[in-house]
């Protein structure tokens, strides 16, 4: 009676295990032609999560992005971004304007303005002991 | 009051981390500029010196240490940078933040390698600026 209760619950992990994720599954599957060419990254990661786990791999290929025929890499189940680095050439076609349109609203525009200013205030700040350390050798 | 003390012990606290400041002032706040120095001038300065030459003599080579490690630290950072992010903007940053680490780091190198630590590196500059300005207004009479 003992072993088949560890059955039962060893198989109720691995059902709830499965539709705890599922909806997390299915959102970027969803979601992969809502993104413009600027977030190949995440559909790569999202073709990457499928193969590993359901094996639709080919998947992301039949959204409009299909034309840019994204590899993926040979090795390893996660990559820290796409495998594609910055010297290979990039689809030269424009995006969809986002700033042009979007009205300056308070919240962004304060949050925007304070990221700047703790750029700079962090730059001001830090600049005080490096001009104290290499001033002195750079003296004479 | 304990705290008029304190607050001239603040005081003298941040006097001596801008002191560095009163050198610009030898040298560019005078009526008169100072003539600009050579590295022969300095490198006469540092034979003729026996106290502070070899002080000056350390701290002008610990220079290279320090450009030595802004470059690898540039080298190091922009690189991974670069192949493993795609935004250009992200590559310069990384380049440039990896410089100021790495001349950070080198400038530590060389404190210990030369035992910079052991000595006035102001007080060497110092000692400089006044053996220039005795140079100076003794042979152009100025």
Redesign the interface.
């Given at each position: 009676v003992l072993m088949i209760l560890v059955l039962l619950c060893a198989g109720m992990d691995k059902y709830h295990s499965s539709t705890r994720f599922a909806p997390l599954r299915d959102a970027p599957f969803a979601l992969r032609g809502a993104f413009g060419t600027s977030n190949s990254?995440f559909n790569n990661m999202d073709g990457l999560r499928h193969s590993s786990s359901i094996g639709q791999a080919r998947s992301y290929t039949s959204s409009p992005l299909g034309a840019l025929r994204q590899k993926m890499p040979p090795s390893g189940n996660r990559s820290?971004?796409?495998s594609?680095?910055?010297s290979t050439p990039v689809a030269n076609r424009p995006l969809s304007p986002h700033l042009p349109l979007k009205k300056p609203q308070l919240s962004a525009t304060f949050s925007i303005s304070h990221r700047i200013f703790g750029a700079a205030l962090g730059a001001a700040i830090i600049s005080i002991p490096?001009?104290?350390?290499?001033?002195?050798?750079?003296?004479? | 009051m304990g705290i008029g003390e304190h607050f001239e012990g603040v005081k003298q606290h941040w006097a001596r981390?801008?002191a560095?400041l009163d050198?610009f002032k030898k040298v560019y706040g005078r009526d008169q500029p100072l003539p600009k120095?050579s590295d022969a001038d300095?490198e006469e300065f540092i034979a003729s010196d026996p106290v502070y030459g070899p002080q000056?003599k350390a701290?002008?080579e610990?220079?290279k240490f320090?450009l030595g490690g802004a470059l690898a630290g540039a080298a190091h950072l922009g690189g991974v940078a670069?192949?493993?992010?795609?935004s250009?903007h992200g590559?310069v940053l990384a380049t440039g933040f990896g410089a100021?680490t790495g001349?950070?780091l080198g400038?530590e190198v060389a404190e210990h390698w030369y035992e910079l630590y052991k000595m006035d590196?102001?007080g060497a500059?110092l000692r400089?600026?006044y053996w220039w300005e005795d140079k100076v207004s003794g042979c152009c009479l100025s």
């Open positions: 990254s820290l971004h796409t594609r680095p910055l490096l001009a104290t350390r290499f001033g002195v050798m750079f003296e004479v | 981390n801008f560095f050198y120095w300095v000056l701290l002008r610990s220079r320090a670069f192949k493993y992010s795609k250009p590559v100021l001349a950070v400038s590196k102001q500059n400089f600026i």
